[in-house]
């Protein structure tokens, strides 16, 4: 990755320019969270999206087959991608809430509702980012791409699978803009990995066993697993301890 710097020359006039829109991306993050989106169902969100980055002056906006939003600022060398997640998780039983979570609330200087923080609020924030950068001419190398990918809430990961393999934006980089209070991301998004073994074997019949059945195979990697957590299953003062499950 090259290095890159970029000049800001008047960063005062910078924040005061933030702080003028405010209330509009108050008011913006408050439509995105009325709209409910959840995994699949991320369309409504997305066109609102592409709305108010059209609107900032992005240079391009696009959707992909696979229903990311990419809006893209510059063209230079350095590619960032800056992500947000588009869905969110769904409200469960509206009885439960204190107000309407998609109505949402602004309180003491925080907004309150469904998918504020995780993640429409990064959304909202990357918009105007885009827009500051077009009115002070903080373009330079490197090109920025916004990116509003779907499905997180699913099967996170599968969205950058496949942005990374057929949207052609080629980043140097990619931030994901999970809230974290500014800590470094450690959990609960450990990672995971799953194996598929198939079973063979003949006909078999519990009072009169011919032969070693499929369900051998499990059977004997269940054995496995308990021998290998009692081996190294203790738990980092970082991070949980390592599960495994044999699931069918
Ligand atoms: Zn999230």
Redesign the pocket.
């Known amino acids: 990755m090259s290095v890159l710097s970029v000049e800001i020359p008047n960063r005062e006039r910078l924040a005061a320019l933030a702080q003028s829109y405010e209330s509009e991306m108050v008011a913006f993050l408050r439509e995105l969270v009325a709209i409910p989106a959840e995994s699949g169902q991320e369309g409504p969100v997305v066109d609102r999206i592409r709305r108010e980055m059209e609107k900032a002056g992005f240079d391009e906006v696009r959707v992909d087959p696979m229903g990311n939003i990419l809006g893209r600022i510059g063209s230079g060398k350095t590619v960032i991608a800056m992500d947000a997640?588009t869905d969110a998780v769904g409200v469960g039983d509206p009885k439960e809430w204190a107000w309407d979570p998609h109505r949402g609330k602004v309180e003491d200087g925080s907004i309150y509702g469904r998918g504020t923080c995780?993640?429409r609020g990064a959304m909202a924030s990357l918009i105007c980012a885009g827009k500051l950068i077009r009115e002070l001419g903080l373009g330079g190398d490197y090109t920025l791409w916004v990116v509003g990918s779907v499905q997180?809430?699913d099967c996170e990961g599968l969205c950058w699978q496949y942005i990374l393999k057929e949207d052609g934006i080629g980043p140097d980089c990619v931030v994901i803009t999970?809230?974290t209070k500014l800590g470094i991301y450690r959990g609960p998004h450990l990672g995971a990995g799953g194996i598929a073994p198939a079973g063979a074997g003949g006909d078999c019949d519990l009072p009169r066993p011919l032969g070693q059945g499929a369900a051998g195979g499990p059977v004997e990697l269940q054995h496995q697993r308990r021998r290998h957590d009692g081996a190294d299953g203790r738990a980092d003062d970082r991070l949980w301890a390592g599960r495994r499950r044999v699931s069918a």
């Open positions: 997640h995780d993640q997180e809430e999970e809230p």
